[in-house]
């Protein structure tokens, strides 16, 4: 794990955050950036469309 990662981590637990919740939100955010990259994709194929 980075050093990154921890401080993130350390900084959610200070919070109050249980090690479940971050293992949540860091599961949704990998969820949000898989989304993107489909929805990114589905963007530029649009665009190519009607850019012919």
């Known amino acids: ?6 401080k993130l981590i ?3 637990e200070e919070n ?3 090690p479940r919740d971050i ?5 949704f955010y990998d ?4 989304q993107h990259k489909i929805m990114k994709k589905y963007y530029e194929e ?5 850019n012919y």
């Open 1 to 6: 794990m980075s050093d990154q990662w921890r």
């Open 10 to 12: 350390e900084n959610f």
């Open 16 to 18: 109050g955050y249980t």
């Open 23 to 27: 293992q949540m939100i860091v599961h």
């Open 31 to 34: 969820l949000m950036k898989e």
């Open 46 to 50: 649009d665009q190519d469309e009607h």
